[in-house]
């Protein structure tokens, strides 16, 4: 599995903050990764829109968050305006920006 997570748009453009950042299973160990394949599925992730969350009007500060994952074959990508409150799907982020703030996905 390949995990892509990227940040887009806020206040003010952070190139260092906007970078993709890119998980790869086969560098985690066995835990972490079956526990990302668990949130994945939790989430539903692959039936997931294209984009989440609606965006209020004259929201130009608003920071979105691009999930881009590979599995078995399959490619999907979920644009999410704005975080859930609760539920599998914010399980998923906080678990992927852990591993992007743990250093273990390399950048790009």
């Not at 294209?50 to 968050?65: I, M, N, T």
């Not at 979920?78 to 992007?100: K, N, S, T």
Request: aromatic share 2%.
């Amino acid at each position: 599995m390949r995990i892509v997570h990227q940040r887009s748009g806020g206040l003010a453009y952070l190139p260092g903050l906007q970078q993709p950042v890119v998980i790869d299973g086969e560098t985690l160990d066995a835990a972490t990764c079956a526990r990302l394949h668990q949130l994945v599925d939790a989430a539903g992730f692959f039936d997931l829109p294209a984009r989440l969350g609606p965006v209020p009007a004259g929201a130009a500060d608003l920071q979105a968050e691009t999930l881009t994952i590979e599995r078995d074959g399959r490619r999907h990508s979920v644009q999410i305006a704005a975080a859930p409150a609760e539920g599998p799907l914010l399980d998923l982020l906080r678990a992927v920006r852990a591993q992007a703030k743990a250093g273990r996905p390399t950048p790009g």
